[in-house]
């Protein structure tokens, strides 16, 4: 009984590196945009759009790693720690908006 709980927490480790390893490349490719979307072109709409879709992204690695080491996954400080890109992100969009 022993050997198949060791077995069953191995193979959920090994599933939660493999799924979070799959999200580390749309992440990277989110950041591309959005840094393009805000330096290059003037379309808020889009760099809004990959930031959404990057941060989601962030979340979805913390949950996938959470989750392989058998812990909640809702955690006020996940959240919390979206604040300050969150308040990066509208410092640099807010003169694309108003302006």
């Not at 590196?17 to 808020?44: I, K, W």
């Not at 996954?73 to 509208?90: D, H, K, Q, T």
Request: glycine share 10%.
């Amino acid at each position: 009984m022993a050997d198949e709980t060791e077995l069953r927490s191995r193979t959920r480790a090994l599933t939660g590196v493999v799924g979070a390893t799959a999200l580390v490349y749309p992440l990277l490719v989110c950041a591309v945009q959005v840094a393009l979307a805000q330096f290059f072109t003037d379309d808020p709409g889009a760099a809004v759009g990959w930031g959404v879709a990057g941060t989601a992204l962030c979340v979805a690695v913390v949950a996938v790693i959470r989750w392989s080491t058998g812990r909640r996954v809702r955690s006020a400080w996940l959240l919390a720690g979206l604040v300050p890109p969150l308040l990066f992100e509208a410092w640099l969009v807010w003169p694309l908006l108003t302006g």
